[in-house]
């Protein structure tokens, strides 16, 4: 609902010239008005002032009704007509004024106004001219002679855009056109062909809105919704692009361009709600599959193979496939460096191959080109704790297992190693200790990564057995061998109770 204040403003901007001069003009005219209508025009009036937009149309209307040569009533009408922005309208009402008082200067100045704004220079200049002949008043004459400067300079300048465009001098034209339109605002042609140049230098997305404007000024216009579906789709916005070649389709359901590219468009929408719906899903493989799918549906504008690849590189990250994410995620940085998305990505599958300054460096970036994301802050903050962790003693290192080693893999492991390094095992005192130093670590990689509240605070760079890191002292785990003396990894006995579940 538009606030009255709102309104207000709207007619604000063509009161002035309109219902005073009609006012001035209008008083003790005799036009055969009754009672009936006359009361209908006072509370459009009335209305109008207020900014009741619609409420005073109905009284206009019904004015018309009941006096279908009362020139005021349309006159009036079509100052709410504009007041609505409705140019079309507002002109049909003028037109009508005209035919009903040829000498209503008003009227015929504020059409030519209109038909300036639409560029019909030459029915512009004919309203100007017939002012003049008409004995206007001072102010009359004084601004019809300035429209009709106003017009022959607009023509002069479209001329000349019309020679630069067919010279493909588009950024000059460019220029002409912009001053040209600042008047015409409602010549659907002039739009048009700026939105072309736009187009021959480079730039088609700032020819969408000159092409929006036009499928408003002109009736049917389908090459205008083709144009920006097209735009839209070779920008990468594929919804965007579904909508608008839907329009056209609207006015026209056997439009061939517009019909062929439907389908296009349609095909790869689907397929890429599909693959998003799967990664919602967690299904990343599938995921991974309908993308790849997506490429070779669209494999001839780049935007989509980039965006595919992101997207591929996300699933592949969250799916901790690292070397497969690092890959995909490479593939698009050196297209996009400045990709949020993908340094995130890329970087979670960094620390996942434990290179944490390469998982640094691309947090950091990522950070430069977006400094609010609390994921990035945080994310960096890991990374940087994990470094940190990595100088001291790091769990999956002694197990020789990944970040993403399930607890089946870690208990392999654990058995393996725990069974080489027993101190038992070796007779020379320096291998020994040394051997009772790699037994320790190895039972506290075990310990650490088969309890999943301490697995979960080392993943977050935080060492559960590190004396330093803890409130309240040290762990077991750093008192000396003596202590796990007699202790036989493959019991049930000793300080740990470790049991083994085989199939």
């Known amino acids: 609902m538009v606030s009255a204040s709102a309104c207000a403003g709207q007619v604000g901007a063509v009161l002035p010239l309109l219902l005073v001069l009609f006012d001035l003009l209008g008083e003790g005219v005799e036009c055969g008005i009754n009672a009936e209508v006359e009361k209908q025009l006072e509370m459009g009036k009335k209305l109008l002032a207020a900014g009741q937009l619609a409420d005073a149309l109905s009284h206009f209307h019904a004015a018309i009704e009941g006096d279908s040569d009362n020139y005021i009533a349309y006159y009036r009408r079509a100052t709410v007509y504009l007041a609505m922005g409705k140019s079309k309208a507002a002109i049909r009402d003028l037109s009508k004024v005209v035919e009903l008082k040829q000498d209503f200067t008003s009227a015929r100045l504020q059409r030519g106004h209109l038909l300036l704004k639409q560029g019909k220079f030459d029915e512009a200049e004919e309203d100007f001219k017939n002012v003049l002949k008409s004995s206007p008043s ?21 001329s000349q855009a019309l020679l630069l465009y067919h010279q493909e001098d588009y950024t ?10 600042e008047v ?6 002039l739009r048009e062909l700026r939105a072309e140049c736009y187009i021959k230098e480079g730039e088609p ?3 969408i809105s000159d092409l929006k404007a036009a499928t408003k000024l002109k009736n049917d216009n389908t090459e205008a919704f083709y144009k920006i579906s097209t735009i839209y789709y070779q920008l990468g916005d594929h919804e965007l692009s579904l909508s608008e070649v839907r329009e056209c389709l609207k006015l026209d359901q056997d439009h061939k361009l517009c019909f062929s590219h439907y389908k296009q468009v349609k095909k790869l929408n689907k397929q890429i709600e599909s693959a998003e719906e799967l990664i919602r899903e967690g299904r990343y493989t599938d995921a991974i599959s309908k993308y790849e799918s997506a490429m070779k549906t669209e494999p001839k504008v780049p935007i989509y193979t980039t965006r595919a690849k992101e997207r591929i590189c996300h699933c592949f990250s969250k799916s901790e496939q690292s070397a497969e994410a690092i890959k995909v995620c490479t593939e698009v940085l050196l297209l996009e460096p400045a990709n949020v998305n993908a340094l ?29 994301d609390q994921q990035i802050r945080e994310g960096l903050e890991r990374a940087q704790r994990m470094l940190k962790q990595s100088q001291k003693r790091d769990y999956y290192k002694i197990l020789g297992i990944k970040r993403n080693a399930r607890k089946q893999e870690i208990i392999k492991a654990y058995r393996k190693l725990a069974s080489q390094w027993h101190p038992d095992n070796f007779q020379n005192e320096e291998e020994k200790k040394k051997a009772e130093k790699k037994f320790i670590d190895i039972a506290a990689a075990k310990e650490v990564l088969t309890d999943p509240e301490m697995r979960r605070k080392f993943d977050a760079g935080e060492d559960p057995l ?3 890191s803890q409130q309240g002292g040290g762990h077991p785990f750093h008192r000396s061998w003596n202590t796990w003396q007699g202790f036989n990894p493959f019991s049930s006995g000793g300080p740990f109770k470790f049991k083994f579940h085989f199939n």
Do not use: F, H, P
């Open 138 to 158: 001072d102010n009359e004459e004084k601004e019809a002679r300035s429209q009709l400067m106003k017009s022959d300079e607009l023509q002069r300048l479209r």
């Open 172 to 181: 000059t034209a460019i220029s002409l056109l912009d001053g040209i339109l």
């Open 344 to 372: 995130k990505d890329r970087a979670e599958a960094y620390l996942l191959e434990d290179q944490y300054e390469e998982a640094i460096q691309d947090y950091e970036t990522a950070q430069a080109n977006s400094e609010n």
């Open 205 to 207: 997305g700032k020819a």
């Open 184 to 189: 015409c605002v409602w010549d659907a042609e």
């Open 466 to 468: 590190d004396a330093e």
